[in-house]
């Protein structure tokens, strides 16, 4: 279990957005960045590796884009809408360009099964927070 | 110099874009991932520290999306326009947030001034890029 | 709850280490590594600001290093021992300074005193790690 | 070019340590983060994928670490010479590892060749900085 919601509830400034959307966002976020970099590597010793290449680039983007979101959603000092909304827009994109790929392999690799429902999960995140945002 | 050119012309994969604009986008944005860290810790060691918060703030959070796009932009296997139009996107708006609040600090902090630089750098390889990304 | 045990037991290649302190210190890692981010940015917000500064400089080093090992762990297809001894080291050196000087303010912001927990959490999961690493 | 020299000239706080060996480990560092996740990219287009494996897999965590090794250097507020001491003895050993690796492709593969010369720059300076670290 995260200390998301805790750091968020003893920060000197208040949240700027619903906090359980936000906490759940943020897991989500770190959640489906460690899974994405373990379906990646473990893709490398599958022995269809040669159909994996696009799941293993897309997850490694994925990867990234998640640590970046989770970070940026744990500051709340400058909360600046504009730039969280894009980011949540471009983790959710990635989220889903991921996940749709890792389901494509969801009934050969049990970490591929793993890994579309996790993207698909940090999507949903984005998204409820990207409803969330002030207009 | 970076490498990134020469990793692009040795790629398997032909770059789905123009790579004077890809390359000139990956180097800024590793150089802006870089001067943002660093503009953050100086501003800790300021008499005027507390002028510089919104400066820190923003530029933890650039630092962590330009690492993201110059990753995401290093990798050509699977090229997907709407992440990478998203991801530039985000980056173009963290650089410009960035780069306006260093510019406040220009005349006091040479830091920022140079980080200002390099930030306004980045949004515009961002922007280039773009611009360049297929219809 | 992360996903990180599951993706490691359905890795093709076995794990190279007790897979409880792994999966421990790989949470522990990620967990870490969002809450000194968040840390960092609580602290620009308090009124003793300046009584912060080493506090945020070593948070923000202290995250960076718990995402780098959180995903070499997340890794298990080329498990290099030495490699993974050093990550090791260096994040429970980390975590044990960010954590020391968090535990300082602990008395006067609720933040800090999760993050001292946090961090101290983590240096003794890369300890329990150490010590079952392959002699 | 990056702007590492002129962020350090232009910090409040001194360099603790030398400014040519830091200036060229930063420099190192973030160009060998981005070459390495362009090889481990550029590996999974190639042929002979299968044999690349441990070249991917270790590329990949060469650059997590270059990223943080890069970023804790860009830092001179706090500077704790042991911290310093160890991820920089972590990062030569990934680079080594790294490098190692993608030598033995390299008249095989142009990308391979060049990241094997990458990261033996980046071994090497973190080399020569260890060498610089106060006693």
Redesign the interface.
């Known amino acids: 279990?995260?200390?998301?919601r805790?750091?968020?509830e003893?920060?000197?400034?208040p949240a700027q957005i619903d906090v359980d959307a936000l906490v759940a966002c943020?897991d989500a976020c770190?959640?489906c960045?460690?899974?994405c970099?373990?379906?990646?590597?473990?893709c490398?010793?599958?022995p269809d590796?040669?159909t994996l290449?696009?799941c293993?680039?897309?997850c490694?983007?994925c990867?990234?884009?998640c640590?970046?979101t989770?970070?940026?959603l744990?500051?709340?000092?400058?909360f600046?809408p504009?730039?969280v909304q894009?980011?949540l827009?471009?983790c959710r994109?990635?989220c889903r360009?991921s996940g749709e790929e890792c389901e494509r392999h969801a009934h050969h690799?049990?970490?591929c099964r793993?890994?579309a429902e996790?993207c698909d999960v940090c999507a949903q995140a984005c998204d409820a927070l990207l409803r969330a945002l002030p207009a």
């Open positions: 279990m995260s200390h998301a805790q750091m968020l003893t920060h000197p400034a943020i770190f959640d960045a460690q899974t970099t373990a379906c990646a590597d473990a490398l010793v599958e590796i040669a290449v696009r293993m680039a897309l490694q983007s990867s990234d884009v640590v970046a989770g970070r940026l744990s500051r709340q000092t400058e600046v504009g730039l894009s980011i827009e471009t994109a990635a360009t690799h049990e970490h793993i890994c996790v």
